[in-house]
Structure formats: C-alpha cells, structure tokens
C-alpha cells in the first residue's frame, strides 16, 4: 500500500487533482509555493488571541486546531479547531488559503475537542494518529495531548485517544491521562516526539513505535530551556507515557540559551522554537535546527520575512507534498493583526525531500 508521507493542507482538491494528467500543459503555473513573507491567517482569526496551533493529518488534508480566549472574550484559552484550505491555481498561479470546507469527513477531531475539560486553560495542542487493527478491521488511533490547568493553578501535561475508522468518523475517545513523570508546572508546557526514523509527521499513519524521546520546554526559576526525556527501549510509546519513573531530563544546551527558549516542535529530523536570546529582531523570535549524524546543530534565526520587532511564537512546521516549499504555522502579536496575538502562514525551505514511500 502506498503511503503518502508529505500530504498536502486540508481541504486541499486541488492537489488531488494534481494526480490527474488532463490539461497539464494548459497551464502555465505548475510549480506550487508558499509566500516567504508571513501572511495573516485573517479568515480564522479573531479580535482576541488566536495562537499554539497544530494541523493533524486527516488522510487528504489537514484540520487547524489551536488555543484562543475568543469563546471567553479574552479571558481564559480554549483549544478548539476550524477547517485549513489551500488551494494553488495553475492558470495564473495563485495561492488561495481560507477555511472553507471539504467532502473528507473530520468528526474525529470535533470529538476530541468536545472532550477537553474547558475549565482553566489549555494550550500547545498537539496530534498524531496511526494505523491499528482492532479484530479483523482496519481503524485509526489518534493520539491527543495538551498543557492543562483544569482543576487547580498547576499546569499538567494531559493526554488521551480516539479509535475511529478510515472514514474519520466521530470514533470513540479513551480515558483521560497524565504524563506523571513530567510532573506540574506553574507555566504551560510544549510538548513534542522524536524518532530519527520518523521522516515526517504529515502521514496518515506516524509509527509511534519509532519515538524514542519527548521533547518539552521548562523553566528553572530563571529562564526556559528546551530538554529532552529519552523513552526506555523497554517501554512502547503508550508504556512510557503511562509510567512514573524518574526519568533523566536532559537540557539541550545546543539549542537552549541563557535567555528564554520555548514550544520546541519537531517534525522529522527538523525542530523549530521560539527564543527571546540576542542577536534577533526583538521580542520573541522563531529559530531552527537539523538533526544531523546524531546531533542537533546551532539553531539558526528564520529572517526577517518571518520574524519581527514583537513576539512570534509557538512554530509548527509542515511538510507538504507537490509544493516547492514547505509550510510553517505560527502565531505573533505585530501589528496589523485582528487583534492580540493572531495566526500567520509563510514558507519555508523544504524540510526533506521525501514525497512517498511504498509499503
């Protein structure tokens, strides 16, 4: 079977049509890409803080989930989610991304939004899912987890699943569960996995059996820093979230600073985040690194087509098939916005340049 590993956006027809050979040379625009300047998501976003957003993959596309205080007018954040459309036009080679909808069926992410205790605040969504058999019938197991201060003033890293089917029915969510090794935190906390096998994160199905480490930021009273927990070869992905030992936590002094470094985000051998450290453009800049030869390098700043004088946070890469570019979300209180903190899209220099492998 064929899987597709750089899938492209929600609602994303467009490119399906781009299987199709009819009318190729029509047109004069085939080589797809994203703005290098940062560009406002201004059809999702609101007059309140709309920022930590993450795009789970839905098989053909991909669902913007994210926190806003929008649903409580500025007060507290809630994770909920709206539709992500991007469409490339070969005639006259233009990018139209909005929310409108799309026939694929994403029941399974309202059902787990509408399972999220929206009592404090919730942030740094993020999701995965894999491929499972449950009998003899093919099903999909979506893996859900966000920072929490549902129930006291301690934020914790919460976590839970939805069993649906191919068709990305509502499904059935699990129990809910706490990564108890992180322990609280009075600050929320971002939480990200890594494999040096696991190319890419935009896959129908990310074999979880392939994560080896969790990647987190933490404060020392002083400053965040970005550290990784490495999993126990003992324990598979769902073990070792559920286990309580005392685990080392390993500060990764190449990629943190003596000033603030937050939401690290991997997706494949790529990791992004956001530091206030000298030498950017003010506030809170975006930054990067390669895993390479079993290290990660100097983090290098994104420029100034992304970053800005004010604060950008939380970046979530994506890597997207039939596109010369790949695709960054992230989120940033400069001018020019809705209001507060808004969402913005740009692209970005390909992460790897696997499009599909076979099975």
């Not at 994210?66 to 954040?77: A, D, L, P, V």
């Not at 030498?279 to 800005?308: E, H, R, V």
Request: net charge negative.
């Amino acid at each position: 079977m064929k899987k597709i590993l750089n899938i492209v956006l929600s609602s994303s027809f467009i490119f399906i049509l781009w299987g199709c050979p009819n009318g190729f040379n029509k047109n004069k625009h085939t080589r797809a890409f994203f703005p290098e300047t940062a560009v406002n998501l201004d059809i999702i976003n609101s007059e309140f803080d709309d920022y930590n957003s993450v795009l789970p993959e839905t098989h053909f596309g991909k669902r913007l989930v994210f926190s806003s205080n929008r649903q409580t007018s500025g007060e507290s954040f809630n994770i909920i989610g709206d539709n992500f459309h991007a469409t490339w036009y070969w005639d006259n080679g233009h990018l139209v991304v909005d929310n409108s909808g799309f026939w694929e069926n994403t029941d399974f992410i309202s059902s787990l939004l509408a399972a999220v205790d929206k009592n404090g605040n919730q942030f740094g969504p993020y999701i995965i899912s894999r491929d499972t058999i449950v009998g003899d019938t093919s099903k999909r197991l979506s893996f859900f987890t966000f920072s929490t201060n549902a129930g006291g003033t301690l934020y914790h890293q919460e976590y839970f699943y939805n069993l649906h089917d191919d068709h990305n029915t509502a499904g059935e969510n699990s129990e809910h569960f706490t990564i108890k090794f992180l322990g609280d935190t009075p600050e929320q906390r971002y939480v990200s996995f890594f494999g040096a096998q696991i190319l890419t994160i935009d896959s129908w199905s990310v074999e979880t059996k392939l994560v080896t480490d969790i990647y987190f930021d933490e404060t020392n009273g002083a400053a965040h820093d970005i550290f990784s927990i490495h999993k126990p070869d003992s324990l598979d992905f769902d073990g070792f979230l559920r286990s309580d030992g005392d685990y080392l936590r390993i500060k990764q002094d190449i990629l943190s600073s003596s000033s603030d470094d937050r939401c690290p985000f991997v997706n494949g051998n790529f990791i992004v985040f956001t530091s206030n450290r000298d030498g950017g453009y003010g506030g809170y800049d975006l930054y990067y690194s390669y895993y390479i030869d079993g290290s990660w390098q100097a983090p290098a700043n994104f420029g100034p087509g992304i970053n800005s004088e004010y604060d950008e946070f939380r970046p979530v890469p994506v890597q997207v098939w039939n596109y010369e570019n790949d695709m960054m979300v992230f989120s940033s209180n400069r001018p020019g916005g809705m209001g507060g903190f808004d969402l913005y899209y740009v692209g970005i220099n390909k992460i790897n340049t696997l499009v599909q492998i076979e099975e």
